[in-house]
Nanobody
Framework: QVQLVESGGGLVQPGGSLRLSCAAS????????MGWYRQAPGKQRELVAVITRGGATNYADSVKGRFTISKDNAKNTVSLQMNSLKPEDTAVYYC?????????WGQGTQVTVSS
């Protein structure tokens, strides 16, 4: 099993930045892919960004150019740098990991973008 713990959420004004981090209990070099999803009230959970073991990345169109996903193999962490935040980015953000053909999820961290 893989345990994932997110941190870094909070309240930020439009145009501001936040950095989310996800700490994994397993060495992330053994994890096929890790990513971030988000779920806003009344909406389905959606993919935000993903990074593979080899470092390839993919982003939702809505966050391209504003969000950057990265990983630190030595620290077993994956981060999501979010810039130019918009009110529509408000959601609970979940870290996910695909390991041994199973998907694991963190508990989520709230991001609120509001003036």
């Amino acid at each position: 099993q893989v345990q994932l713990v997110e941190s870094g959420g909070g309240l930020v004004q439009p145009g501001g930045s936040l950095r989310l981090s996800c700490a994994a209990s397993e060495s992330i070099v053994r994890i096929a892919a890790m990513g971030w999803y988000r779920q806003a009230p009344g909406k389905q959970r959606e993919l935000v960004a993903v990074i593979t073991r080899g470092g390839a990345t993919n982003y939702a169109d809505s966050v391209k150019g504003r969000f950057t996903i990265s990983k630190d193999n030595a620290k077993n962490t994956v981060s999501l740098q979010m810039n130019s935040l918009k009110p529509e980015d408000t959601a609970v953000y979940y870290c996910t990991a695909n390991y041994a053909l199973r998907d694991y999820w963190g508990q989520g961290t709230q991001v609120t973008v509001s003036s």
